[in-house]
């Protein structure tokens, strides 16, 4: 153990995984998982070097217990017992992997620390140039990859190209961090103007709200982190307290979206997906219908989405897959139990900055990553999809490794 863990030292596990992240996400995402889990398996020895067992703060820890433990215990009452078992072992996987890296980062030496910063500076720049290139030569790299139709190969990059600008979205307040430690302020506002430009080029909605609110907060939370932990604490309670309500604010948010003159199909289609998944979470408002079962409330039902134009067709699945929002999908899926554990989670995780990080360019950037993480989580993709939960677990152990005390350096480190 002692012998594999010079061969995998935290520094090296964690530099690798800052490395790839953003590439990867750029040219395939799925991959994301490979990613978490490789690392969380090379941590395994250095953590036996030290005889340690992993850590985490007690709140993050029993709440992520409890998460699982829950989801697992739906599967006895899942419309799809078999489909719960196996996405609830899923998670437990995921957890035990995000505790052992946690543990890593917490045990980062400075050299360790100097040696991330560059592999992620290095990274993040990489997957960046990449999707610049995509979007000036119309996806040249994806539709070789795919054999797209020449016609088709930008309208398809842009597609491709959608998850990969909700992991720049988060990624980029990570990074700032080492810019700004030797670039200063101008360093850091370049990064992110560039990122904001890469992700409008996209034309996805919700990573450029995410982008644009992260910077937002990152700014109130320089100056005045009091109002930043209590805006995300709120927006944190009405994600969930709005659930119940949904089908009554629904008329009320389709005027708001034409009144701002919102007609991105996606977005309309969103208000029918999110109107027919709170009237089904409150058919089982307390245990649910079961882990991951979302999939299969709505199937073979459609609804007609008539207010968004230039679409050449109107009828669409009611509930594909996943309603594309965290809380309501934990509500749908896991009762009211399930969707308080999630949210005090979420709040944990924003206490736990308040407390634990210092320094106004650390706690900003911690706040931000986490606005903008939510932010994602609430308007797109399954909260239990792999890719995803490896996504946002990588953003914050390499967060963590950034704005945490480095621990004394016990040996030479990297050269």
């Not at 719960?84 to 400075?110: H, K």
């Not at 842009?158 to 909700?166: Q, Y």
């Not at 939510?374 to 792999?386: H, K, V």
């Amino acid at each position: 153990m002692h012998t594999l863990s010079r061969y995998f030292p935290a520094y090296a596990i964690l530099s690798v995984a800052a490395v790839l992240i953003v590439p990867v996400a750029a040219l395939e995402p799925l991959w994301l998982t490979i990613i978490a889990g490789v690392a969380a398996l090379a941590a395994i020895p250095e953590h036996g070097r030290r005889g340690a067992w992993p850590h985490l703060y007690p709140a993050l820890t029993w709440l992520l217990a409890a998460l699982v433990i829950w989801a697992a215990a739906t599967s006895i009452w899942s419309i799809d017992s078999d489909r719960s078992v196996s996405q609830a072992f899923e998670l437990f996987l995921f957890a035990a992997g995000m505790t052992i890296l946690l543990s890593t980062a917490l045990n980062l030496d400075a050299p360790g620390r100097k040696t991330l910063e560059t592999f992620l500076v290095v990274g993040f720049a990489i997957g960046l140039l990449f999707v610049l290139f995509e979007l000036t030569t119309s996806g040249s790299v994806h539709g070789r990859l795919m054999g797209a139709d020449p016609l088709l190969t930008r309208a398809m990059t842009l597609f491709e190209l959608n998850r990969a600008s909700s992991v720049i979205s988060i990624a980029v307040w990570v990074a700032i961090i080492p810019v700004w430690r030797r670039f200063g302020w101008i360093g850091g506002v370049v990064l992110v103007l560039v990122s904001g430009f890469a992700i409008s080029g996209l034309q996805p909605g919700s990573p450029f709200l995410a982008i644009t609110a992260g910077a937002a907060v990152f700014a109130v939370a320089w100056f005045v982190p009091r109002v930043a932990t209590i805006a995300l604490l709120i927006a944190i309670a009405v994600g969930l307290l709005m659930i119940p309500f949904i089908p009554d604010l629904q008329p009320l948010l389709t005027d708001m979206i034409r009144g701002l003159g919102l007609s991105e199909f996606s977005l309309h289609h969103r208000m029918a997906i999110w109107q027919f998944a709170s009237e089904h979470s409150l058919a089982r408002p307390f245990a649910g219908w079961g882990l991951d079962s979302s999939r299969f409330v709505g199937v073979g039902q459609v609804a007609t989405v008539d207010d968004a134009p230039n679409v050449g067709f109107r009828n669409v699945d009611v509930l594909p897959l996943h309603p594309h929002n965290a809380l309501l999908q934990a509500w749908l899926e896991l009762g009211v139990v399930g969707a308080v554990i999630l949210a005090a989670l979420f709040a944990s995780i924003v206490l736990a900055i308040r407390r634990h990080v210092r320094g106004h360019l650390e706690r900003a950037a911690a706040y931000a990553t986490f606005t903008a993480a939510f932010i994602n989580a609430e308007l797109s993709f399954g909260i239990w999809q792999g890719w995803w939960i490896s996504c946002l677990a990588l953003a914050a152990i390499l967060l963590t490794a950034l704005v945490m005390p480095a621990r004394a350096s016990d040996s030479p480190g990297p050269a």
